[in-house]
């Protein structure tokens, strides 16, 4: 019996991936068998014909709130340099199993990757090639979170892919209260009135204003990122679609 092929129900997405997960549970720096992982689940999208980018945070090596005492737009500039390592790695990770990527910053920085320029990020991915943004917005004072929903509208993504270390958006912290409920579903405004720590104001009233939805999931398994991309249950979707 033949088996019908998988369709995506995404062709253009931006995955955010946090530094933590690039910890893993060394908690610093980079792991080397997480980010194995990470890269073979795109692996496994891009060969469904996905165009992807990908927004990188820095949390697993400099977050710039940790800059106690430090002028707030350098700790942010140390962040966003952390942003880059990652990048990189994420980038050989992928190269090194045969899939053509780009890393574009955006703080200039030629001898290591290309400035950020849109239309450029554009032709990459219809020439099939996964492009990492690195540096954030390259702006102090804003978040990763903020940039995965400014690329995502400059690039016309249909959806972000918000991959953490917990499996959804909850209404209160999980691991400090074992009673938290999951969200499966809840619009942007919800999450914002009840200030739900999934992403900052920012970026969540860019998607907003730009009709962007967001999935929130896990990493825990190693097929969640595609799961999300054939349009299958998993974690919590965030629109503008009030349920009925």
């Known amino acids: 019996m033949c ?33 194995d992982m990470i890269s073979d689940q795109i ?22 709130r940790d800059g106690i005492g430090m002028d707030r737009s350098t700790a942010d500039y140390m962040g966003m340099l952390a942003t880059v390592i990652n990048a990189l790695a994420l980038q050989d990770a992928l190269e090194s199993k045969n899939v053509p990527t780009r890393v574009q910053t955006a703080i200039e920085m030629r ?37 995965a929903s400014l690329r995502a509208a400059e690039i016309d993504a249909e959806v972000i892919l918000l991959a953490k270390n917990i499996d959804g958006v909850y209404d209160d912290d999980p691991k400090e209260n074992p009673n938290a409920k999951m969200f ?36 825990d398994n190693k097929n969640n990122i595609k799961t999300a991309v054939m349009g299958k249950k998993i974690g919590t979707t965030i629109d503008g679609e009030v349920e009925k």
Not at 5 to 31: C, Q, W
Not at 46 to 56: F, M, P, T
């Open 111 to 147: 001898q290591i990757a290309e400035p950020y320029i849109r239309r450029k990020a554009v032709r990459h991915l219809e020439k099939g090639r996964v492009v990492i943004f690195a540096c954030g917005t390259g702006n102090p004072f804003f978040s990763t979170d903020t940039t």
């Open 3 to 35: 088996m019908e092929p998988e369709n995506p129900v995404y062709k253009r997405i931006v995955l955010k991936l946090s530094g933590e997960a690039l910890a893993g549970k060394k908690g610093f720096g980079i792991d080397n068998d997480v980010l």
């Open 184 to 219: 499966e579903h809840i619009t942007y405004i919800e999450v914002l009135n009840r200030g739900l720590n999934v992403m900052d104001t920012t970026a969540i009233s860019l998607c907003m204003d730009n009709n962007i939805p967001i999935i929130v999931f896990g990493l």
């Open 43 to 64: 692996i496994e999208v891009y060969n469904l014909g996905v165009e992807i980018a990908i927004i990188v945070g820095g949390g697993n090596i400099w977050r710039g």
